[in-house]
């Protein structure tokens, strides 16, 4: 049967002051639709093709309670915690254990929960096409996004052989291009952007994991022996004590880049990362002036501007132009739009100066 | 006697979202010391001249409260209440009829709540050499501050013939200038800004009012009358039932422009009517960046900006320059430094929108 795994265990920093250590962005109203997480988004666009009752997610321990009240209709069993944040190798690999327990021949699509979809359609004709690819040739099968931009902050995949329309050998991964790169890529319409979205048996994904990370298969192994053996409680148990000496490491650099056979499917349906507060004006409408805004925000002679507030909150911004402000909890953040991915430097210094209650 | 009226009546919205309707200027954290409220720094100012039992404010009805919250030494009596805001002239002649029917022979200075002054030396010299005019001669006389850039945000006052060293007749009081004007007064030395402080008998400024206000001077000798005969109760009813009907108009326009025989005391202490965000900058010192700061801002790549946060909230500001930020409550605030007089156009296009809640 299909399985999908929403893997939404980020804890990223790059959309502070909305995202916090303990409200990440998958769990922002960053939706299409006014109000609408990232996480329930996703959620419902995986439901149509795998059945609620084998839409499984994947998080950090201390994010379950607020990620069950962000979608409260997936089956509290198929909710599995990480004790401790160890990246996408390890998050995949620890909800197959858990999946191929229930569901020995179980085809999986493993999909961030915090990224943004224009046209859903197209992302279930894709994603039907590499299930039905993974089931067939038993490979791993991912998603790549054709480029809409020479993008400098996303991972390439280049395009082999083509297999069936739309459907191809992935050549190789390869790492964020320059500008000049990404340029190139994008003309040569033979790179695809990587989104993280896989598509495998259980099965398979273990062995390869087992082969190129081998303690993490190890680590992996005794769970699934406990989860065999014990059941869930005992899992759990053997999963707080194995789980926090794996490493650290991302499904695409640890696994998939060194695995054989990898196919792509290309995906053309309006794809975004959500990686900045920039993005948001990449999938939502902007006013007459070119301000994009989300919350109440009030402008005047202003253009070009990103702005965002809470609920019950207001921005209002006067003759300025291109910047990003952002009113979240208790910060206010303002910046250029241009400097949009530099949130992380301003992130490091309330490090630095040990204001952790801020982030 | 000498006294003082604060005049804390105030609504201004320049400073918004500071400042709010129910939140003006004057209780704005907006001293010269960290935390110290505009409308403490005046009455701390005050004191020393003519004694706490002395100092009076007026202020309006329902600011009543946070302003005792403010300054809780001031007797509660020296408090006087405006049933509703009518501007300076008549705050002004309420408060000098309760002075006067305590001391018949009270020799008055009414200074505004809102002001920053930067040598207190300095104000003391002035105001000392102004109440000594007011009690000599009987005559109306004010501090006019000497300027020190060619601000056409002030009404200024022509400097007549000198009595003594500091001590001139004003010629006239000339409106708000052009940016030309402005300029010849700075260079001719023969103009000063109209800082609003005046001392005046009390018996001789409530004639003045008579004279150029008939409406408020009957008013408030009804106030009076009440007063003597039925003491502060009764006079407050009579307040609430006529006082609503008096011209609202400003000291300056209703009373003195029409005055004769006013005297200036020349200020040079160091004088801000903290009318914009960017005032602050005028009196509080600026990091190596030139930011002007109150309350948790982090910068990075970011100079020239004034930036106010409320306590236990953190503004970030990465990579811009000369702006004016501001959270305060329930809103944000940002435009460039240029354009900080129009917050106006911010607080009538949030009336205009009925979003009254933020005002």
Request: with cysteine; hydrophobic share 45%; proline share 6%.
């Amino acid at each position: 049967m299909r399985h999908a795994i929403v893997l939404a265990g980020g804890g990223g920093t790059r959309l502070w002051p909305a995202s916090r250590r303990a409200h990440p962005k998958q769990l922002l109203p960053l939706g299409a639709r006014e109000g609408e997480t990232l996480l329930s988004a996703t959620t419902h666009r995986l439901i149509p093709l795998v059945g609620l009752e084998r839409l499984w997610i994947v998080t950090a321990a201390e994010q379950t309670p607020a990620v069950w009240e962000t979608v409260p209709e997936v089956p509290g069993e198929n909710l599995i915690a990480e004790p401790v944040p160890r990246n996408t190798a390890a998050a995949i690999g620890l909800a197959a254990v858990f999946v191929r327990a229930r569901d020995p021949d179980a085809v999986v699509a493993a999909i961030p929960a915090d990224q943004h979809v224009g046209e859903e359609g197209g992302f279930q004709q894709a994603a039907e096409q590499a299930f039905a690819a993974a089931e067939r040739t038993g490979n791993i099968v991912t998603i790549g996004l054709l480029p809409t931009r020479a993008e400098t902050g996303f991972g390439y995949l280049e395009l082999g052989d083509e297999l069936e329309p739309g459907l191809h050998r992935v050549a190789r991964f390869v790492e964020k291009p320059d500008a000049e790169t990404a340029r190139r890529y994008l003309e040569g319409k033979r790179h695809l952007w990587n989104g993280g979205m896989f598509f495998f048996h259980a099965g398979r994904f273990l062995e390869e994991v087992a082969r190129h990370l081998p303690e993490t298969g190890q680590a992996l192994a005794a769970i699934a022996k406990a989860l065999a053996d014990g059941g869930p409680h005992v899992a759990e148990q053997v999963s707080s004590e194995k789980y926090p000496h794996v490493p650290a490491i991302s499904v695409d650099f640890g696994v998939m880049e060194k695995a054989s056979a990898i196919l792509t499917v290309k995906g053309t349906f309006g794809w975004n990362d959500v990686g900045s507060w920039t993005s948001l004006a990449d999938y939502r409408p902007a006013d007459a002036e070119g301000n994009v805004t989300q919350g109440l925000v009030v402008t005047h002679q202003a253009r070009g501007n990103v702005a965002v507030c809470e609920p019950d909150k207001l921005v209002a911004l006067l003759g300025v132009h291109d910047l990003v402000v952002v009113q979240a909890g208790n910060a206010v953040l303002v910046l250029p739009r241009s400097r949009a991915q530099d949130v992380r430097e301003i992130v490091r210094l309330l490090e630095a100066k040990k204001l952790g209650e801020y982030l």
